[in-house]
Each structure stands twice: as C-alpha cells, then as structure tokens.
C-alpha cells in the first residue's frame, strides 16, 4: 500500500517530466528557442522529477520525507531561476555570463546534450507569451506547485 506522500511524489515527477517535455515541444514543433535560465530550469525539473521518483517508490517513511525535502529546497531554487529570468534576465539583452550560462556551460551539459540543454537564445528573445502569459510566468507558477506539494509529501502524516 502507497502512501499519500508517495503519490505526492510520484505525481511531482509527472508534472516535472510533463513540463520538461513541453519544453521541448515548444522547442522542436514551435521554434521557441530556449536561453540559459530556460535550459537551468529544464535541469531543475529533472534533477526534483528524478528524487521524487525514488521517494515515490517505497523505501520507507524516511526516505520519502528525505526525497520530499530535497525536491522543495529544489523547487525553492526553481521558483529563484523563474523569478530572475523574469525579473532581471528577460531584460538583458544577453544573458551571457549569468550565473545559469556560467553554470549550464560549467557542467558541459549545453555541449554534452545540445538537444536538451542547448542555450539557442537571449533571455531577451526567450521572451514568450503562451496564452498570454510569459512562459517564465508558468514555470515559476509550476515550481510554487511543487513546492507546495513536495512540504505537503515531506510532513504529511502517515499512510492514507
């Protein structure tokens, strides 16, 4: 029998890989190229979706309430790369030697997987209304989501 914590946990990875995969339909089929903090936030997404996964799956109380904690401290760190790109990045005219193209490129993941993570665009030009909403907007309404869900997973009580 799962727990209610557990379920918390395994939806918080579907709505990561979810969000992650509409990025890149976004990317492929609507030519909205990403910039540095959009491909951080992809790496945020999949770094919460993979943790929730493994406290979404059994090995006990304490290792759901460890995994539920490392995905808010995780969404705490999305909801910042949401807000910046939105607040500060989206009106540079380069994002260049930002803290995510230092990071992004550091890590080798923009080179390494290019399809994913490749940094095509300005934060400037990555700005994209999506139902007239700027898509930054989204993903940081997404990060307050899960970060919601993930306190809720981590000091949720007992099985239900």
Same mark, same amino acid.
């Given at each position: ?16 890989? $979810?969000?992650?995969?509409? #990025? ?11 910039? #540095? ?22 090995? $006990? ?6 995994? !539920? ?10 909801? !910042? ?59 940081? !309404? ?19």
């Amino acid at each position: 029998m799962t727990s209610r914590s557990e379920r918390l946990l395994r939806l918080i990875a579907l709505f990561c890989f $979810g969000a992650v995969g509409i #990025a890149l339909v976004s990317q492929y089929a609507f030519d909205m190229p990403p910039c #540095a903090w959009c491909v951080l936030q992809r790496l945020i997404y999949l770094v919460i979706g993979v943790i929730a996964l493994v406290g979404g799956f059994g090995g $006990g109380r304490a290792l759901t309430r460890i995994c !539920a904690s490392l995905a808010a401290l995780l969404s705490i760190s999305g909801i !910042a790369a949401a807000w910046y790109q939105y607040t500060v990045a989206a009106k540079m005219l380069s994002c260049d030697q930002t803290f995510a193209d230092r990071f992004m490129t550091g890590i080798g993941l923009d080179g390494g997987v290019p399809w994913l993570f490749g940094i095509y665009a300005t934060c400037m030009d990555a700005v994209v209304p999506v139902l007239g909403i700027e898509y930054a907007l989204w993903s940081l !309404a997404l990060f307050v989501i899960l970060l919601v869900m993930a306190l809720a997973a981590a000091f949720g009580r007992g099985r239900a």
